[in-house]
């Protein structure tokens, strides 16, 4: 099964890829939303009150190791852990790129991935090439 028959089995209208690179069609919808969470958290400026409590377990290695790298950063515990996770959270959120296509840029974007791939001789070079390591 080609690349083109899957994609036309999973959707017709909407390819949905995990990258880090580009969104087609504008700023990402994850990335504005993360912006505007980010700005809307207060952590810009302390004026804004946390309202809401966040319980977890530990073992006492971690919470020992958490603590460490607190202090190292002059920060509390809740802090630290709060800007950690949520730091690690925006990073696997923005991973997640969606690609919004209607039916004639999908077409398009279906072509290019079954089009035999175009000479290169600089590309051919790169990979002939033995490496230095080798």
């Not at 083109?4 to 909407?14: A, I, K, M, P, T």
């Not at 949905?16 to 939303?33: A, C, D, F, H, L």
């Not at 607190?70 to 790129?97: C, H, I, N, P, W």
């Amino acid at each position: 099964m080609t690349i083109s028959e899957q994609l036309r089995q999973n959707n017709r209208d909407v390819l949905t890829m995990s990258t880090q690179s580009s969104y087609i069609g504008g700023e990402s919808p994850i990335r504005k939303e993360i912006s505007t969470m980010h700005s809307s958290t207060g952590e810009q400026s302390g004026s804004q009150t946390r309202n809401v409590t966040i319980n977890i377990r530990a073992k006492q290695s971690q919470r020992d190791i958490i603590d460490h790298a607190a202090e190292v950063q002059g920060k509390s515990r809740s802090e630290f852990m709060l800007e950690s996770s949520y730091q690690k959270a925006q990073d696997v959120l923005l991973e997640q790129t969606f690609f919004g296509l209607d039916e004639l840029k999908f077409k398009q974007f279906v072509a290019l991935l079954d089009a035999p791939p175009t000479q290169d001789d600089k590309l051919r070079t790169l990979l002939t090439t033995k490496a230095p390591w080798d």
